[in-house]
């Protein structure tokens, strides 16, 4: 049976290991798939070249942005493939688009790709102004919110972005797909925003997301799962 409404598959924090993109049995016929980020370990151009590559191997659609763990190389890449999210905003469907922002806040790691948390939200704004008015809007940002199930540590500690709850709590996006901490798995609300964080890929994690025309939902769900 062919699939009635639009759908993309959501997956981030790959860091190299594609081996559950072939466990994703949505992927293949999926409208596109949408990377949040850290497609490698500290990689470059070649390195998220050879991700990117298993990716459309099984589907060519990709839009993609990197996470702290890539450096500006691999934006580079992604620009020059006509794949990247990072900064734009792109319409996946009729009424609703989609908008990233990647890279993330500072980290004790000192990775390839960090920016002020203040950055992050003047991105936020730059990008959001371009999105029209009365359009769905889909959030992809690779540094989850403050304070959700998606940036809680397995400690407890809650380590996202103030600046990124800020936005989702002003403009209300429908979803917002993150990721970044790969153990905040999970999904959780900021109002009337569904937050995504499907994990590491190569802890099985990913997210499909359907459009019927109007609403934009989401499920975190998991490689070798079939979706019912």
Not at 8 to 25: E, M, S, Y
Not at 99 to 128: I, Y
Not at 133 to 143: G, P, Q, S, T
């Amino acid at each position: 049976m062919t699939n009635q409404h639009p759908y993309w598959i959501g997956i981030g924090d790959i860091h190299g290991q594609t081996a559950n993109l072939a466990r994703i049995p949505e992927l293949p016929g999926a409208d596109a798939v949408i990377v949040t980020g850290d497609m490698t370990n500290r990689g470059g151009r070649e390195e998220a070249s050879r991700v990117i590559e298993a990716v459309t191997r099984l589907n060519p659609r990709v839009l993609a942005q990197i996470g702290n763990m890539d450096r500006l190389a691999a934006q580079e890449m992604l620009e020059a493939s006509g794949m990247n999210l990072h900064g734009r905003v792109v319409r996946l469907a009729p009424g609703l688009c989609a908008m990233g922002v990647g890279w993330s806040a500072p980290t004790p790691f000192g990775t390839p790709s960090e920016v002020p948390d203040e950055q992050l939200g003047q991105w936020l704004r730059e990008v959001h102004a371009r999105v029209k008015d009365r359009e769905a809007l889909l959030l992809v940002c690779h540094n989850p919110p403050q304070g959700t199930a998606a940036d809680r540590l397995s400690g407890g500690a809650h380590v996202g972005s103030p600046a990124v709850r800020a936005f989702i709590e002003e403009v209300q996006p429908q979803v917002c797909l993150t990721g970044h901490i790969h153990e905040a798995r999970g999904e959780d609300r900021i109002g009337r925003t569904l937050v995504v964080n499907p994990g590491d890929l190569a802890s099985g994690g990913y997210v499909r997301l359907d459009w019927d025309g109007s609403a934009l939902s989401a499920r975190v769900l998991t490689a070798g799962e079939a979706a019912l």
